[in-house]
């Protein structure tokens, strides 16, 4: 089956610009998240959708980075303006919660390296 | 905020010997799972335990849980030089949004 699909791969940006990236998940997976993982550090849960609701964004710094999820399929994770700090990478998952196939394990995107400068 | 934390933080072995890696967390789980990362493949679900288990098994794998120390460890055999990634343990403390969280990471290095 194909994996998760994500892009930009790299996206370099100087602060106060804006940017997007793009997840499109695996085929039936009703659930979606976004983290961001900052160097040396482990992936940090940004926003959760189960089909095209949100179930969990609260670690989502709402002033600066939104996202949606249209159909319940493909998602878009904005930020605007980007501050320094923004500098990660953006990793898309999903999995089949909230279905009767789940087995409890999230499949990830390549993830998009965002340098802001 | 991280709920698990791995130990060590970097852990250095030769081919062909066996790795350890711990993970501590903090509230009661559903269940936890180990993941690697490395830059080939990027971030990949390797096995899950729940609660009420206390040893798994998975190839090269193993994974034991602890919940009354609130702890787990990841055990690779005979370890190549493709083992090389960070683990990450992450917990799942159950209701019905299925959400992760993550600790910091291990970061193996297997020397050939």
């Known amino acids: 089956e194909a994996g998760v699909a994500q892009s930009p791969r790299y996206k370099i940006i100087e602060k106060r610009q804006s940017v997007a990236f793009w997840c499109n998940p695996i085929?039936?997976?009703?659930?979606l998240y976004w983290y961001q993982q900052i160097l040396g550090q482990g992936p940090k849960l940004l926003i959760q959708?189960?089909?095209?609701?949100?179930?969990?964004d609260s670690q989502l710094p709402k002033d600066r980075f939104s996202a949606e999820r249209l159909k319940g399929v493909d998602s878009t994770l904005k930020i605007q303006p980007a501050k320094l700090e923004d500098s990660a990478v953006y990793l898309c998952?999903?999995?089949?919660?909230?279905?009767?196939?789940?087995?409890?394990?999230?499949?990830f995107g390549p993830g998009t390296r965002l340098t802001v400068t | 905020s991280q709920q698990g934390e791995e130990d060590p933080q970097a852990l250095s072995i030769q081919e062909g010997e066996n790795a350890t890696m711990n993970c501590s967390y903090k509230?009661?789980?559903?269940?936890l799972q180990w993941y690697r990362q490395n830059s080939g493949r990027g971030l990949v679900h390797l096995i899950l335990?729940?609660?009420?288990?206390r040893e798994k098994h998975s190839g090269r794998l193993r994974v034991t849980l602890d919940t009354s120390k609130k702890s787990s460890s990841l055990l690779i055999t005979a370890s190549r030089a493709a083992d090389t990634a960070s683990y990450f343990c992450a917990t799942d403390s159950g209701g019905s949004n299925y959400k992760l969280t993550f600790g910091k990471g291990t970061l193996l290095t297997v020397n050939p």
């Open positions: 085929s039936g997976h009703a659930t």
């Open positions: 335990i729940r609660s009420n288990e």
């Open positions: 998952a999903s999995s089949s919660a909230g279905t009767g196939a789940f087995l409890g394990g999230q499949y």
């Open positions: 959708f189960q089909n095209n609701g949100v179930v969990d």
């Open positions: 509230t009661s789980i559903n269940n």
